[in-house]
Structures are given as structure tokens and as C-alpha cells.
């Protein structure tokens, strides 16, 4: 049972336009939700969360957005750089310190 | 401030063999995360500490697999024996009032 899906395994996008990753959960009771982005021979790497009482949280480039009633979220990465080239990871919890369910992750690269 | 130290980065053993993984987590972090990944996955939750306490455990394939953080700072994880199937990489993550940090990893191959 995949609580946390992310349908894309890739992404290729140009360098400067936008890139947007998708993730949909099917678990009501997550209230937590964090996109992490690995590089290959790293662990993952906290880029931004959101919680469930907010629909949006901009860091930067990188911006989150949480739709609750249709059990989705996606990243924002504008403008995109070679550098964001990476595995990005979806992933929930239940509160603060729970465990964290893990999408499958999607390969974006940003082309020069 | 030092991430979380994972050790070794690499390890390959022969099934039926043990093996042992090292965590030291960052300072001050309460809660202890071990996951594991296959391969084209996402990291699944193997055990989570607060503290020394083991809190859930029960995806944890107790058989063949332990785990103890004593005194509630470093902590092991351990496979004895272990088999084809367990060839993923292995992460330790700790977290204080925020989000998790991971270490790096151990890749274990059983051949």
C-alpha cells in the first residue's frame, strides 16, 4: 500500500524555465509534508516542508504547495539550474517526530 | 555542526554472514531514524528511537535484524544472518525540534 506516490519517475527541464514535481498522498491523517532531494552516494537532503494548516511555503526558489481536499502537494523550482539536477522525494508524517513515508522519488534534470 | 556519521559507507558481505552498521547522530537530537532503500524506492522506516527507547519497531524484521542505542546518542544496526534480499542502502536520519537529517549511508551488497 503506497501511502505517499509520486507518479513521474522523471523530469527533464530547461535551465531558467520552471519545474514542477508532484506527489499525492492517500493517509487523511498526515499533517506534515517535506520534500527532501538526494544526490547519487548521498543521503537525502531536507529542502522545504509544509504543514497541513498551511497551502503554501516559499523558500527562495523552491516553493511548496499543499492541496488538502485533493490529497496532493507539488515543488515549484524556478528558476531551475543544473545544480537542482537530483532525486527529489516526497515525503508525510502523522506529527512532529513520527515516522516519515516516503514517495518513490523523480529524477529531474535541468538541462544547460 | 557535523551532520549525522554513518559507517562504513560500504560494505559487502556473503549471505549468511553478519553484519553491523554505525550511527552517530547529530548532537542533541532526541529521535533516531533507521530506514533502508532498494533500489528505485523511497527510504522505509526500519526503526525509530526517542532517545534509548525503541518507540516503532515493527517494521523491523526482528528474526534477523537488531537494534540498540544505548544511552540514547550512537546507535547499531545489526544483521545476522544476512541475505540476498538485504542488499539495499541503509540510513540513519536523527531529528531535534525540526526536520530529519540523514547521514550518508551504508550500501550493503550480499553476494
Known amino acids: 500500500d503506497q501511502q505517499v506516490k509520486q507518479n513521474s519517475p522523471s523530469l527533464s527541464v530547461q535551465e531558467g524555465r520552471i519545474s514542477i514535481l508532484n506527489c499525492d498522498y492517500t493517509?487523511?491523517?498526515?499533517?506534515?509534508f517535506l520534500w527532501y532531494k538526494k544526490y547519487p552516494a548521498e543521503g537525502p537532503t531536507f529542502l522545504i516542508s509544509?504543514?497541513?494548516?498551511?497551502d503554501k511555503n516559499e523558500d527562495g526558489r523552491f516553493t511548496v504547495f499543499l492541496n488538502k481536499s485533493a490529497k496532493h502537494l507539488s515543488l515549484h523550482i524556478v528558476p531551475s539550474q543544473p545544480g537542482d539536477s537530483a532525486v527529489y522525494f516526497c515525503a508525510a508524517g502523522k506529527s512532529s517526530g513520527d515516522k516519515l513515508t516516503f514517495g518513490t522519488g523523480t529524477r529531474l534534470a535541468v538541462r544547460p | 555542526e557535523a551532520g549525522v556519521v554513518q559507517s562504513p559507507r560500504y560494505k559487502i558481505i556473503e549471505k549468511k554472514q553478519p553484519v553491523a552498521f554505525w550511527c552517530n547522530p547529530i548532537s542533541g537530537h532526541n529521535t533516531l531514524y533507521w530506514y533502508r532503500q532498494n533500489l528505485g524506492q523511497g527510504p522505509e522506516l526500519l526503526i525509530r528511537?526517542?532517545?534509548?527507547?525503541?518507540?516503532?519497531d515493527s517494521q523491523l524484521p526482528k528474526d534477523r535484524f537488531s537494534a540498540e542505542r544505548l544511552k540514547g546518542v550512537d546507535s547499531t544496526l545489526k544483521i545476522q544472518p544476512a541475505e540476498l534480499g538485504d542488499s539495499a542502502v541503509y540510513l540513519c536520519?536523527?531529528?531535534?525540534?525540526?526536520?530529519?537529517?540523514f547521514g550518508q549511508g551504508t550500501r550493503l551488497t550480499v553476494v
Open positions: 493517509n487523511s491523517m498526515f499533517d506534515y
Open positions: 528511537y526517542e532517545n534509548e527507547e525503541a518507540v516503532d
Open positions: 536520519a536523527s531529528k531535534g525540534n525540526t526536520e530529519a537529517f
Open positions: 509544509i504543514s497541513s494548516i498551511k
